[in-house]
């Protein structure tokens, strides 16, 4: 019995060690193999996989040295994701990267310092004034290059414009008003223009309202000199008043749009339901193969009494502060951002490419494209919005989705909003020191 | 010589002793040899995050601000119970649980009973039945909003064609109708798991009790109360425990429908900790109401199994 038990012993014993001696040698052959360097790429974004594939393939059969693994990364959960693959020591060597999220990755110390290479290579130059601000929004060094710029722009129906007998978009606020009234017809579920109060960019659209009352801070910030929010502005107040008013008084936004998503902003205004919508530029393919490449029409949002001022953002490259492989990184993004290549991908989205050597291409010659460029031309009017303080993610997509939902459902004043806003601005800003 | 004569009666018991040890790690030891991997996995597995978080909750970490983590001791709890915000979570949490539970529990049984009978297609509907079951959370969120939207909506399309309203019914901006939207959406997702679980405890059930009662002259209802619910009870406590704590902890639908809206009407906690961690990146405060959370769920569990015991002694 006791023999037996030795021999089964032995046996399991004997089978563990020869597991393990065949995986440590299976290791060492890895180890040992030589070959193109590997860099794994992620893409957090919803849009544009495809194109960044294509991108990957045709580089890695050129630079046969350099092999591009991209890694798509859920948009919805990219936060989380990346955050945990970073502090794990598990992130992509080099990855797509939002503005939103920039700041606090870099003040997290995930993402490499590009600034010497962006200079030395001569992309600063290149690339377009707005978007190099995006880069450098953290200690004024660049810590992303972008590949797409889009300014937060104005959209509309032509079709139901001509059966309202409006002929051309409106051009300041009071213009804006009326030409939402004519668009609205309850009877016919149509109305004239989406006040966005749900999750996802709805701080552009009333905060557009206030600047263009109020005007910006310092830098075209949203803060004065002495670092204080200038958004609680009686200006900005009467501003964010005749946006609520809209949803309120005039009754030219669908009721549901208090809480409605930026998704359901795009389903309405593809259902011929909407006259007007806000939003950024990539938005242009969806809603074009939503109501016709002919009946969209794009325009600069309307000015205020304080003049004209647009909210725009933009996706960048980033390196993995931690990455082996910075170099072969490096040489990627290069290539992506070459400006036959940057216009290549933009033109798959929709979206205006970051080098502006790319804006000669036929396709940006196109009518719909004309006021989005034109609003990045216009850098005096770019606002600089405060996504380079850490804590912004939760402050648009959260604090001041939950504020405006309060403000047009009348459970609080233009007032009261616009304080507990600024407030909450300041309170970002003295937290990032 | 003498001390080799000496030693040898004393070697012995040594020698002796010694075997026994040997003999006892090998009939000791190498069981625990065996299960030391899947123990160490689930020291890594559970153990080693359960700490880590409660190491977290003491301390002010917060990686996006790019400041070094301190020890704060229970600053973070006492922060927890001052935060208007926790509390106003914590009644959505719970709005939330008995909204969903209760209506899915009645539905799951209506569904078992029905399914218990035995008819023509029984096969067919149950799997139709019990489909929803397989459908994820988000898929099932997706569905149920545009099904709800206050613009585009089939149910309001529905609504109009049959002349019950003049205008399309905005569901997302008012508390309480955004609250029966996440609930007919969690109801319809949610039924199925309670229907699986109490068919088969009534599938456990022995027909002679049946017949006996109907002996005795019990009606349908008598038989229900007085036959059937006694022997689904566990089956019933079990699942709407599990739903329960499931539900509490359940994210997915919930975002999908409402973002925690409107106005923050329907953040349930783990909604506000996701808001707190990942995107206000306090992730010290973020293990703090975790664990406030988890301990708020075990107390709950507790309470529950201890009450079902009570109403269950003579």
Redesign the interface.
């Known amino acids: 019995m ?1 023999n037996a ?2 021999s089964h ?1 032995r046996r ?1 014993l004997g089978t563990l060690a020869a597991t393990a001696a065949l995986s440590w040698m299976g290791t060492s052959r890895v180890h040992a193999q030589s070959g193109p360097t590997k860099i794994t790429f992620g893409w957090p974004f919803a849009n544009g996989a495809q194109g960044i594939e294509e991108l990957a393939k045709l580089f890695s059969e050129e630079r046969k040295a350099i092999q591009v693994e991209v890694q798509v990364i859920p948009q919805a959960q990219v ?2 994701r990346l ?1 945990t693959a970073f ?1 794990g020591g598990q992130a992509p060597d080099c990855m797509g990267m939002s503005d939103a999220w920039l ?3 870099v ?3 995930w993402l490499d310092n590009l600034e010497s290479q962006v200079r030395a290579s001569g992309l600063d130059n290149q690339i377009v004034p707005a978007s190099m601000a995006i880069a450098r929004m953290v200690n004024n060094q660049a810590h992303y290059v972008g590949f797409i710029v889009e300014p937060y722009a104005l959209y509309y129906n032509k079709r139901l414009f001509a059966d309202a007998g409006v002929s051309v978009p409106p051009r300041d606020v009071d213009e804006f008003r009326n030409v939402a009234l004519k668009l609205t017809d ?1 009877a016919k ?1 149509r109305f004239g223009y989406y006040v966005l109060g ?2 996802g960019w709805q701080f552009q659209q009333w905060a557009t309202w206030m600047v263009n009352h109020g005007g910006v801070g310092v830098n075209n910030t949203l803060y004065d000199a002495q670092g204080n929010c200038v958004l609680a502005g009686p200006k900005h107040v009467e501003g964010l008043a005749k946006w609520v008013a809209l949803y309120q008084q005039d009754k030219v936004s ?8 930026f998704q ?1 902003q795009t ?2 205004f593809n ?1 011929n ?1 909407l006259g007007m919508v806000m939003g950024w530029g990539a938005y242009l393919t969806t809603l074009a193969a939503g109501i016709g490449e002919d009946n969209l029409g794009t325009a600069m949002p309307p000015a205020g009494p304080a003049g004209q001022f647009f909210f725009y953002g933009g996706n960048g490259f980033a390196i993995n502060a931690a990455s082996k492989h910075k170099d072969a990184c490096w040489e990627f993004i290069r290539f992506m951002l070459k400006p036959e290549h940057n216009a290549r991908w933009n033109q798959q989205y929709g979206a205006i490419p970051a080098v502006q050597s790319a804006w000669s291409a036929d396709w940006l010659k196109a009518p719909k494209y004309q006021a989005p460029l034109e609003m990045l031309r216009r850098t005096p009017s770019l606002v600089n919005n405060p996504r380079y303080l ?2 912004y ?2 402050f648009q ?2 604090f001041a ?2 504020q405006i ?2 403000t047009l ?1 009348g ?1 609080q004043t233009p007032q009261e909003h616009a304080k507990v806003v600024a407030d909450a601005l300041n309170e970002l800003r003295i ?3 | 010589m003498m001390r080799t004569a000496a030693a040898v009666p004393a070697d012995v018991p040594a020698l002796a002793r010694r075997r026994r040890w040997r ?1 006892l790690l ?2 000791e030891a ?1 069981p625990w040899l ?1 299960v030391a991997p899947v123990a160490i996995l689930v020291a890594i597995g559970v153990l080693f995050p359960l700490v880590y978080v409660l190491l977290l909750g003491s301390e002010d970490y ?5 400041k070094p983590s301190q020890w704060v001791g229970l600053a973070n709890y006492a922060r927890v119970f001052a935060d208007p915000s926790f509390w106003n979570a914590l009644v959505a949490s719970v709005i939330w649980v008995v909204g969903s539970v209760v209506p899915q529990f009645l539905l799951g049984l209506g569904m078992a009973l029905v399914l218990n009978e035995t008819f023509r297609g029984r096969g067919i509907v149950r799997t139709i039945i019990l489909a929803p079951w397989a459908v994820s959370g988000v898929v099932t969120g997706f569905i149920w909003l ?1 099904l709800f ?4 909506g089939v149910i309001n399309d529905l609504l109009m064609k049959a002349g019950a309203v003049d ?2 019914v ?4 008012f508390t309480e109708t ?1 609250w029966a939207m996440v609930f007919v959406a969690n109801a319809w997702r949610g039924a199925p798991f309670f229907a699986i679980v109490i068919l088969a405890a009534l599938q456990s059930i022995d027909p002679a009790l049946y017949e006996a009662a109907s002996i005795d002259g019990a009606t349908r209802w008598q038989k229900f109360r007085f036959v059937t619910l006694p022997l689904i009870n566990n089956a019933i406590v079990i699942s709407t425990l599990l739903r329960a704590l499931w539900t509490f902890n359940f994210i997915d639908l919930l975002w999908m429908m ?7 009407a329907t ?1 349930t906690l783990p909604i506000y900790i ?2 707190v ?5 306090e992730f010290g405060y973020g293990a703090a109401l975790s664990v406030v959370l988890c301990v708020l769920l075990i107390t709950f569990s507790a309470a529950y199994w201890q009450l079902n015991r009570m109403s269950r002694l003579p």
């Open positions: 006791a038990f030795r012993r399991v936060i989380p955050t502090t700041a606090q990755f003040k997290a110390g309850r579920n749900g999750s669908p009721p549901a749009s208090a809480t409605g998503t359901d389903n309405a259902a339901q850490p804590g993610a939760s997509i959260q989705a939950e939902q309060k459902l459970r937290k990032a020191g | 003999s090998q009939r190498f065996l917060s990686p996006y601000l790019g545009w939207d206050g613009t585009i205008a399309p905005p569901w997302g901006i955004t409402t973002r925690g809206g409107p106005a923050g953040t996701f808001d961690v990942y995107q206000k990146g």
